[in-house]
C-alpha cells in the first residue's frame, strides 16, 4: 500500500491505540468490550485501565506501548497490533494480565467476576512460551481492504526475527466469529491451530461467542 | 520461627486445592499443576496479606519461580 508506514508506538499514540484496542476486544454479543463483557467494567473506566496501563504496566503482555506497532498514513494512524514473546522472562502474560485487570478492580469486584473470569479462562488458547504473539489488530474505516494487518504481522515478524534466537513461531487468538480477520490472517500464513473444544455457557452468555481459535504459523 | 519457604507451602496448598503439595524454589507456574491465571492472583493476594507487602506489577513480572518470590519478599521485608 503507498504511502503506508509501519513504526513503533510512541506516547503521542495512546489515544489511537486506547481506540484501537477498545475495537478489536468488541465481543458478539452486544458490541462491548471483553473488559466490560467479563470483568463488569463501564465504558470510561475501559478507557482508563487502557490508558493507564499501557503506559504504566508490565512490558510483557501485550497491553504494554513498548508492544506496540502503528501503522500510519501521511502522519495519521491508520491501523496498530500488539506482539510480544510470551512469557519472556518466564512469566506467563495472562498472569500479568489478570494481576493488572484485578489491581485496577480491587479484591471485591475482581470476585464479583470471578465465574466469568473462570469461563474466559477455560475458553481462551494457551500461548505458547517463547511464541510470538499477535494481537488487539485494528484498521480504521478508512484503511480497510488495503493490507494493513498484512504490513503490521510482516513488520512484527522482521522486527521478532532481527536477533538471534528469534521466535520459533507465531501464534494468534481470536473469537471464531471473527472470520474475515481470520481470513486475512491465513493469507498471511497462519492456519488453525486450537479452537475451543467446548462453549462454555457462561462465556457464550457474557460475550455472544463460542469461544476462541488460535491460528499458527512456524517463522523463518 | 519458620522461613519464608515454609510459611508459602500452607498458602499454595490452600490457594490451589492441593493438600499435598509441597513447592521449592525452583517451583513455577510450568510445573506446578492448577497455577494459573486465576491462581497466580489469589497466591499474590494471599502473599501480600500474610507477608503484609505489596508487590509492584515490575517486581511481579520479574517473578518467574518460588525461589524468585521468596527473595522478593525479603528484600521488601529487610531482609
Given at each position: 500500500m503507498p504511502g503506508l508506514r509501519i513504526r513503533a508506538a510512541e506516547p503521542r499514540d495512546l489515544a489511537f491505540l486506547v481506540t484501537a484496542i477498545r475495537e478489536s476486544e468488541r465481543?458478539?454479543?452486544?458490541?462491548?468490550?471483553m473488559y466490560e463483557a467479563i470483568f463488569a467494567m463501564t465504558t470510561a473506566e475501559v478507557e482508563r485501565f487502557l490508558g493507564e496501563t499501557l503506559r504504566?504496566?508490565?512490558?510483557?503482555?501485550?497491553?504494554?506501548?513498548?508492544?506496540f506497532l502503528v501503522a500510519e498514513r501521511a502522519g495519521t494512524p491508520v491501523g496498530a497490533c500488539a506482539a510480544w514473546v510470551e512469557?519472556?522472562?518466564?512469566?506467563p502474560s495472562g498472569h500479568l494480565a489478570a494481576i493488572a485487570i484485578s489491581r485496577f478492580l480491587g479484591g471485591t469486584r475482581w470476585r464479583a467476576s470471578g465465574a466469568r473470569v473462570r469461563a474466559l479462562a477455560s475458553s481462551a488458547p494457551h500461548r505458547s512460551a517463547g511464541a510470538l504473539q499477535l494481537e488487539s489488530f485494528y484498521t480504521a474505516p478508512e484503511a480497510r481492504g488495503l493490507g494493513v494487518s498484512a504490513r503490521l504481522i510482516a513488520q512484527a515478524i522482521a522486527h521478532a526475527m532481527?536477533?538471534?534466537?528469534?521466535?520459533p513461531i507465531a501464534e494468534i487468538g481470536l473469537l471464531v466469529e471473527n472470520d474475515a480477520a481470520a481470513r486475512a490472517y491465513a493469507k498471511a500464513g497462519f492456519a488453525p491451530a486450537?479452537?475451543?473444544?467446548a462453549p462454555n455457557p457462561a462465556f457464550r452468555e457474557a460475550t455472544g461467542s463460542v469461544g476462541f481459535v488460535q491460528l499458527r504459523r512456524a517463522l523463518p | 520461627m519458620p522461613d519464608t519457604l515454609d510459611r508459602l507451602q500452607p498458602i499454595f496448598r490452600e490457594v490451589l486445592e492441593n493438600p499435598g503439595l509441597t513447592v521449592d524454589r525452583a517451583s513455577s507456574a510450568r510445573t506446578v499443576e492448577g497455577w494459573d491465571s486465576l491462581a497466580h492472583v489469589n497466591l499474590i493476594a494471599a502473599v501480600e496479606e500474610a507477608f503484609g507487602v505489596r508487590f509492584a506489577l515490575g517486581e511481579l513480572e520479574e517473578m518467574q519461580c518460588v525461589g524468585d518470590l521468596v527473595d522478593t519478599i525479603a528484600r521488601k521485608r529487610g531482609g
Open positions: 465481543v458478539p454479543a452486544d458490541g462491548r468490550t504504566t504496566g508490565p512490558a510483557d503482555w501485550g497491553l504494554s506501548l513498548e508492544r512469557a519472556a522472562h518466564g512469566v532481527a536477533g538471534p534466537g528469534g521466535p486450537w479452537r475451543t473444544a | -
